[in-house]
Each structure stands twice: as structure tokens, then as C-alpha cells.
């Protein structure tokens, strides 16, 4: 199984402070058909995760521009430009090349 | 739009088994494959299989081979995971989601989640 690998796995931010969080996977996410199914999801307390990111770098319709992602291979991260209080959650990213699916540990986002 | 109506929490007692119910709406089922995902009290993501709607045919992780059955009703738009011999580390939300292979775009997976059902398992 591909294995995917976060880090940091806590993130105190400063409201309006940038935010990276960094994703490894254990083999290259490039598919046969040429794409690279990463994706990143947030979870809100209390709530089910929301997708985020697809495909690495493709914003989902309603997610915010302060939200990117980047990178190719097996290393990949997401950034938040200006963290908002509302960012606050748990961030997991995903491989979707390989079955099974798999996902990173979790990176725990909070404001100081 | 699109949407996913999970059944309501469960709590049973170990050994036993649990079916949980995921309602699809607001997009054409067969058109598209469901994911089981659950998540354990304070831990991560764990997916746990797939079925194909239209097939019936499912793909299930190794982790729960042979514990677990997905199958789907698509007169009632309603796709079901059932989990047996059922053992406190069972506890966890389950979650269903949905994916697609498109012959254009390729992959996309987990766009759409339901509200998660809260399986309990405890003596």
C-alpha cells in the first residue's frame, strides 16, 4: 500500500499568517494516464471532511483562493496564504492512484 | 444537488453485526462508484471499499476482507455496508463518498461525503 506521510501533525498559526502543510507518499502518485491524483481535504470539528484539492493544485468550486496546492511525484503541499479562524481543523491529504486509497496521518491546524 | 443521507447511529454489542444505509440523491448513481471511509474516535481516515452501483461489483480493503459486504439497491438509490464479527475497535463514524472514472478527465474521488453514522460497539 502506498503509504502517505504528513507533516507537521500540529500547526499553531497566527490568524493571517501563511500555513504549509507537507505530504510524502511512499511511491510516485503519477498515474498511468498521466494525471497525479493528490488530494487534500479539511475537516472541521464536529464535521465530515470536505475536499478541498484535486488532482494537486485544482481548487474545489467554493473553497477559498487563500487555499493552493503544488508539488508532483511524491511530494506535495498545501498552503493557506492568510489562515482565517475559520481554517481551523484537522487536514488530511489522499492518494487516489493506487488501491487502495489511501490517506495521510493528519496535520491538526489551530490559531495561537 | 448532490447529496448523502446516512442512516442513524447504532450501538451493539461485540460479535454482532452492523448495516449502515447511505441514500444517494441529486446525481445519477450508476454513474458513478461509492466509497466506505470510517474514522475512529480522535484518529484519521481509514477507507475501507468500494462498490460499483451499477455492477454490484466491490473492491474492500484487506484490513476488513471477509468482515465486510457492500451492496447497493438502485431502485432506491440506497448503497449499504454491513460489518460483521463486530469488536470495539470497531467503534468509529462511517462515512460514505462517492467517485468516478471519467474516460476524460480521469479520477475523482471523495467530492461529496454523507454525515457520517456513529457505530458504537461495547458490552
Known amino acids: 500500500d502506498v503509504v502517505m506521510t504528513q507533516s507537521p501533525l500540529s500547526l499553531p498559526v497566527t490568524l493571517g499568517q501563511p500555513a504549509s502543510i507537507s505530504c510524502r507518499s511512499s511511491?510516485?502518485?503519477?498515474?498511468?494516464?498521466?494525471?497525479?491524483?493528490l488530494y487534500w481535504f479539511q475537516q472541521r470539528p464536529g464535521q465530515s471532511p470536505r475536499r478541498l484539492i484535486y488532482?494537486?493544485?485544482n481548487r474545489d468550486s467554493g473553497v477559498p483562493d487563500r487555499f493552493s496546492g503544488s508539488g508532483s511525484g511524491t511530494d506535495f503541499t498545501l498552503k493557506i496564504s492568510r489562515v482565517e479562524a475559520e481554517d481551523v481543523g484537522v487536514y488530511y491529504c489522499?492518494?487516489?492512484?493506487?488501491?487502495?486509497?489511501?490517506f495521510g496521518q493528519g496535520t491538526k491546524l489551530e490559531i495561537k | 444537488q448532490v447529496q448523502f443521507v446516512q442512516s442513524g447511529a447504532e450501538v451493539k454489542k461485540p460479535g454482532a453485526s452492523v448495516k449502515v444505509s447511505c441514500k444517494a440523491s441529486?446525481?445519477?448513481?450508476?454513474?458513478?462508484?461509492i466509497h466506505w471511509v470510517r474514522q475512529a474516535p480522535g484518529q484519521g481516515l481509514e477507507w475501507m471499499g468500494i462498490?460499483?452501483?451499477?455492477?454490484?461489483?466491490?473492491t474492500y480493503a484487506q484490513n476488513f476482507q471477509g468482515r465486510v459486504t457492500m451492496t447497493s439497491d438502485t431502485s432506491t438509490t440506497t448503497v449499504y455496508m454491513e460489518l460483521s464479527s463486530l469488536r470495539p475497535e470497531d467503534t468509529a463514524v462511517y462515512y460514505c463518498?462517492?467517485?468516478?472514472?471519467?474516460?476524460?478527465?480521469?479520477?475523482?474521488?471523495?467530492?461529496?461525503w454523507g454525515q457520517g453514522t456513529l457505530v458504537t460497539v461495547s458490552p
Open positions: 463518498s462517492r467517485g468516478r472514472n471519467d474516460p476524460v478527465t480521469g479520477y475523482s474521488d471523495f467530492d461529496y
Open positions: 441529486g446525481f445519477t448513481l450508476t454513474s458513478y462508484y
Open positions: 462498490i460499483n452501483p451499477s455492477r454490484g461489483s466491490t
Open positions: 511511491q510516485s502518485l503519477v498515474h498511468s494516464d498521466g494525471n497525479t491524483y
Open positions: 488532482k494537486v493544485s
Open positions: 489522499m492518494q487516489g492512484t493506487r488501491w487502495p486509497r489511501t
